[in-house]
């Protein structure tokens, strides 16, 4: 049946149900006498009948409703729940640590040469063990590439220091040497003046 036309005997049916409401109130008062109540309640009753019966084949022929399954929306739930947390363990493996010397976005290798002048420079204005860590990070520097000034100026620089605590006079003279051998190597670079 037409939804259309279901909605049109809803509308129906609440009328007739209203009229024999109002026709009752009206016969409980003395307005209607018993034969004409009689005869307009049954009326009302009749054609209420063959509406309400039409209205329920009307809802028989319809499709059915679909049943919902009560177990569907807790399933999409833990479903959804299980692929987040599989996604977010999959990104905290993937991202994994960051070590010193590495890129934050891992794009480029780290650059060796940077990360031994980053380590000299930090360690060399501390005590004496740290100034020698912080040589041996400079010399490093001069293996992977000879001709760096900065690592010759800081080698040689610490070298002149290292002398001069020890009262070592050669030592000083080769440091002086060594800062003069730097100046040698970038005219650019100011600190071996």
């Known amino acids: ?60 022929s319809l499709p059915p409703k679909p049943t919902s399954q009560w177990w569907r929306r807790p399933a999409l739930i833990v479903g959804t729940l299980a692929v987040a947390l599989a996604l977010g363990m999959f990104v905290a493996r993937s991202a994994g640590q960051r070590l010193p010397g590495q890129s934050l976005t891992g794009g480029q290798a780290v650059d060796e040469i940077a990360v031994q002048l980053s380590e000299g420079r930090r360690l060399m204005n501390t005590d004496a063990a740290s100034a020698a860590a912080a040589r041996a990070a400079f010399e490093r520097v001069l293996e992977l590439e000879p001709g760096n000034a900065e690592a010759a100026t800081y080698s040689a620089y610490l070298l002149v220091l290292d002398g001069q605590r020890a009262d070592d006079q050669q030592m000083v003279q080769d440091g002086v040497a060594g800062l003069q051998a730097a100046a040698l190597l970038d005219e650019s670079y100011g600190d071996p003046h």
Request: proline share 2%; hydrophobic share 35%.
């Open 1 to 60: 049946m037409n939804p259309d036309r279901l909605a049109e005997l809803e509308e129906q049916r609440r009328f007739l149900l209203s009229s024999i409401r109002d026709i009752e109130r009206e016969h409980d008062v003395g307005d209607v006498d018993d034969h004409d109540f009689h005869a307009l309640r049954d009326g009302y009753v009749a054609r209420a009948a063959a509406v309400m019966r039409e209205i329920e084949d009307g809802r028989s």
